[in-house]
């Protein structure tokens, strides 16, 4: 079923051409939250649910560099929140995950993200309604995309023996630009240990 206010090229935004700009280091880690970054590390974007208890996930793992929140997947050039939550911009909420592959791996990654949340809503997480909500996996190489296919394959599998027939909704596509969001968004929950966080699994198990 199509969404609603599916965006297209005549309603979306028009965005901007400057990024938005961001000026603090990362709150946890203190390392700067632009390129460049240490050629060891990798990258990794995920949507799942609103960003900011998605965020905190990955950055409470041991080998992660630095977390940023921002929006990718959709039509408008550096959106802003506002322009987001109109849900005419196409985009979802993601983190960008800066890790050491020494530390933590990119399965280790996936494997958090398929149990922190239900990838079986399509254009929602919970109470969060919408497109920017939805649950997405950008892959940065054909080793990540490879890597996404076979675990959300076993973890519909896993499903299917929990008794939860719904199938997985979640997108995985090579991904696209990555636009951060505001700064106030940023370690939103750090800044603000009592905000409000959506994440919720279906407690099933991954293994």
């Not at 051409?17 to 990362?26: Q, R, S, Y």
């Not at 992660?64 to 929140?81: D, K, Q, R, S």
């Not at 005419?88 to 398929?114: C, D, K």
Request: hydrophobic share 30%; charged share 15%; with cysteine.
């Amino acid at each position: 079923m199509k969404p609603i206010n599916e965006p297209d090229g005549i309603t979306a935004p028009s965005g901007r051409t400057d990024e938005i700009p961001i000026t603090a280091n990362h709150m946890i880690t203190g390392h700067t939250l632009t390129p460049p970054f240490p050629k060891i590390l990798e990258t990794a974007v995920f949507g799942l649910g609103c960003f900011w208890g998605a965020e905190r996930l990955f950055w409470q793992q041991s080998g992660i560099f630095i977390t940023a929140v921002g929006y990718a997947g959709g039509l408008t050039p550096n959106p802003n929140y506002t322009e987001l939550c109109t849900g005419r911009t196409g985009h979802a909420e993601v983190v960008r995950v800066i890790f050491n592959p020494t530390q933590i791996s990119y399965q280790q990654l996936l494997t958090l993200f398929w149990k922190s949340h239900n990838p079986t809503q399509g254009m929602r997480q919970g109470n969060d309604m919408g497109t920017q909500y939805r649950s997405v996996i950008f892959t940065l190489n054909p080793s990540q995309h490879n890597l996404a296919e076979e675990t959300k394959t076993h973890y519909q599998r896993q499903l299917s023996q929990a008794g939860i027939t719904a199938p997985i909704t979640t997108e995985i596509i090579q991904a696209p630009p990555f636009y951060y969001a505001e700064q106030e968004h940023q370690q939103y929950l750090a800044k603000n240990p009592h905000g409000y966080c959506g994440l919720g699994g279906l407690k099933i198990s991954f293994n």
